[in-house]
C-alpha cells in the first residue's frame, strides 16, 4: 500500500439529529421533495434504509457506521468541525473527513456517484480502502 493509510471503518455523520420528530422530519421533507441532509438522501428512502446501501455498505470492506450530529462525542466533534454532513475516515492516526457537504451534494442522492466519489477521494487523501 506504499504511504497510504489503511482506512479501517467509516463513520457516517448526518447533519440531523437523533430524536423521534428529527426523523420524522426527514420523512416528510423527502415525501415532499424539499431539501434536507444530502447524507440522508443517499442512504435513506421515504420507507428506510435502501436495499441499494445496504449492498453498497457489504462491498466496502469496513465497517461503516452511522451517527447524527447530537451524538459525536468531542473527538468526532472537533474532527468534524462545521462539515455537515460528512464521511469520516476511521485510521490508526484518527479520524480523517473523505467526503464533505459539498461532495455530498453532487452526489444527488445516488449511492453509486457516493461509492465512486468515495473511492476516488480516499484516494486522492492517499487512503487505502480494501479492494
Known sequence: MGDR???????????????????????????????GCTLCSITHGVLGEKPEWRS???EL?????????DELAQPLRE????QLPCVLA????????????QVLERCRGSVADFRGRLKTHAAMKS???PT
Not at 493509510?5 to 421533495?33: C, E, H, I, W
Not at 474532527?79 to 462545521?82: I, R, S
Not at 476511521?90 to 457537504?101: C, K, N, Q
Open 5 to 35: 493509510v489503511l482506512v479501517r471503518g467509516l463513520t457516517l455523520v448526518y447533519n440531523a439529529d437523533s430524536d423521534k420528530l428529527s426523523a420524522l422530519v426527514d420523512g416528510a421533507r423527502k415525501l415532499l421533495r424539499l431539501k
Open 127 to 129: 487512503l487505502a480502502l
Open 56 to 58: 453498497c455498505k457489504e
Open 61 to 69: 470492506g469496513v465497517p461503516v457506521r452511522a451517527l447524527h450530529r
Open 79 to 82: 474532527a468534524v468541525g462545521d
Open 90 to 101: 476511521d485510521t490508526d492516526a484518527g479520524p480523517r473527513i473523505v467526503l464533505g457537504p
